[in-house]
């Protein structure tokens, strides 16, 4: 608003402000930035009248823009400050809540650098009678054993071997004969753990006297199996808690990977020793088997074989029963003895209709024998046939883990199919997904374009996840790609429950989360946004109730 003389306008030349001060020229300029009030700037000229022309006022206005942008930075600035402080003070007390963990905790706990000892807790000072902490922490990790083990090896040599192993698989536990620094040898239960600290990798120890047990183990034999029982259980109890918490600081993704590795390995295992227990016992009956039979029935049984080994066997339970009632009231019409046990195998080999061509062999007196040689030896390429389905099966796993935990650090782009990204995620997640996704791939053909595959894989990762944690693991995950003016579009898209609308707007931003505290750092689509604008790409969100879509942009060019 301006006033070019305020002691003639009728507005406010009673005003008793201006009576009294007698301003000639007067200007009220809003202070704004994106339509968002921000303050109000006045100025008045007691002078002279028409003050502020539309020049100056101009000049003003610009002014007040810039003013306006640097009272929100300050503002921004301040509530960042905030927000900065709020997390290291949360940082701090979670610090200073574990280190009360650690030097309360009864179990001796030790960390470990290069093979010398850098840290420890009070328990480890008392379990090893030493005065102090820096009395413990100057001795080698050699002073602190015999020289031999019980069993008969050299400790330097065992402490190595113990070591590497818990490099390789992340974790190790074992029993180890420790020696006190006043020369007492007792047992501890030994958990060494893997842990990330300042770039490197160190040991994280955990001793737990178990002298009690052995000497229990050693004066109580008689009860060595129900004392075995329990322990296994206490074990696996807190094997379970260990890989709890690896596997929750690790995410879901590596918890799922674990169980499509462990499956077909017990598939693996399985079949491979009935292929062992039934080669074995096969290769021993053959010879005499053949001997028995005449030229006809030895190509009988070669046919009865051959027509096992082309059938498909996935029957349900209801449908077998049904077969083997039928086959057996067949056999019994046509005077089979063991008609039951007979017709048991015959279904179980997959042979179940036109059965005239082996009537030879099962009217022989020793048919049943016969009959269960055949099942061995059919069972033998249904064995291998599962061996190779779960070996394929926990290789596609591997690959996926492996090309997913692989970083290039050239720092180039490189020419990388989407579709071999995503499906590389939807194969880690395989375990979460088969519990109640339905996964709807709509992929058009879109030729390999220039990126970080490594950090695409961190978005899609994301992605996927929040879409599977939006729909509580029940729903359907669609994902589309196509090509749309000069860019690759992926969509992925869940059924959850939506994005409310007053915070679709904030999704984005470093540190907001809807979830509980401890379950969410808020920096997960914040990252993602980075990622997909190092590539020069955008990305948005599309949201209703029951469906919630993030369209991700990348140019096809990869410049």
Not at 184 to 194: K, N, P, Q, Y
Request: a negative charge; charged letters at 25%.
């Amino acid at each position: 608003m301006v006033i070019d003389d305020a002691t003639t306008e009728a507005t406010f030349a009673a005003d008793s402000y201006i009576i009294q001060h007698q301003p000639k020229s007067i200007l009220c300029l809003p202070i704004q930035h994106q339509g968002k009030a921000i303050g109000i700037l006045y100025l008045e000229n007691n002078l002279t009248t028409n003050a502020f022309t539309p020049d100056r006022l101009a000049v003003l206005k610009v002014l007040a823009s810039q003013a306006a942008i640097s009272i929100e930075n300050a503002q921004l600035y301040a509530n960042l400050e905030a927000k900065v402080a709020e997390r290291t003070q949360e940082l701090q007390q979670s610090e200073a809540r574990f280190r009360q963990l650690y030097e309360q905790s009864g179990d001796a706990i030790l960390l470990l650098d290069g093979g010398a000892f850098i840290d420890c807790n009070s328990a480890t000072v008392k379990m090893m009678r030493c005065t102090d902490k820096q009395e413990l922490l100057s001795l080698h990790p050699a002073q602190l054993s015999p020289e031999i083990q019980p069993d008969g090896r050299e400790s330097f040599e065992k402490s190595q071997e113990m070591t590497a192993t818990a490099f390789l698989r992340g974790s190790h536990r074992f029993e180890w004969m420790h020696r006190r620094t006043d020369g007492e040898d007792f047992w501890v239960e030994v958990l060494l753990t893997l842990i990330p600290v300042d770039g490197k990798e160190i040991l994280h120890t955990v001793w737990r006297e178990i002298g009690d047990r052995k000497q229990a183990e050693s004066a109580l034999h008689s009860k060595n199996q129900e004392l075995s029982d329990t322990l296994q259980q206490l074990e696996a109890t807190q094997e379970e808690l260990i890989q709890s918490e690896k596997m929750a600081a690790l995410g879901q993704l590596v918890a799922g990977v674990a169980h499509e590795v462990n499956t077909p390995l017990g598939a693996i295992r399985s079949s491979a020793g009935n292929v062992s227990k039934f080669l074995n016992q096969t290769l021993e009956q053959l010879p005499a088997l053949f001997q028995s039979l005449s030229p006809e029935e030895a190509q009988n049984f070669l046919n009865l074989l051959q027509r096992s080994l082309q059938q498909e066997t996935n029957l349900s339970t209801k449908e077998e029963r049904k077969l083997k009632r039928a086959l057996r009231s067949q056999l019994e019409e046509l005077g089979i003895a063991d008609a039951d046990i007979a017709a048991d195998r015959l279904v179980m080999m997959g042979v179940y209709s036109e059965i005239d061509s082996f009537l030879p062999l099962l009217q022989k007196p020793d048919s049943l024998h016969v009959l269960e040689i055949a099942y061995k030896l059919s069972e033998l390429k249904r064995g291998l046939a599962t061996i190779n389905t779960a070996t394929d099966r926990a290789s596609k796993v591997v690959f996926a883990l492996k090309t997913y935990a692989h970083y290039e650090q050239s720092g180039e782009k490189t020419a990388a199919l989407i579709t071999e990204g995503i499906e590389t995620i939807l194969t880690l997640y395989q375990n979460q997904l088969k519990q109640g996704v339905e996964v709807v791939r709509n992929y058009a053909e879109i030729p390999p374009i220039l990126c970080y595959p490594d950090e695409l894989n961190q978005v899609w990762t994301n992605l996927v996840h929040n879409a599977l944690q939006a729909m509580d693991y029940r729903g359907t995950l669609t994902i589309d790609l196509a090509q749309q003016d000069g860019q690759a579009k992926i969509s992925v898209t869940d059924s959850g429950k939506g994005i409310p609308e007053e915070i679709k707007s904030k999704i984005f931003d470093p540190f907001f989360t809807t979830k509980p505290a401890g379950e969410g750092s808020g920096l997960g689509l914040d990252i993602v946004k980075k990622i997909v604008e190092k590539h020069q790409g955008t990305i948005e969100v599309e949201s209703i109730p029951g469906q919630t879509t993030f369209n991700v942009f990348l140019p096809m060019s990869g410049e």
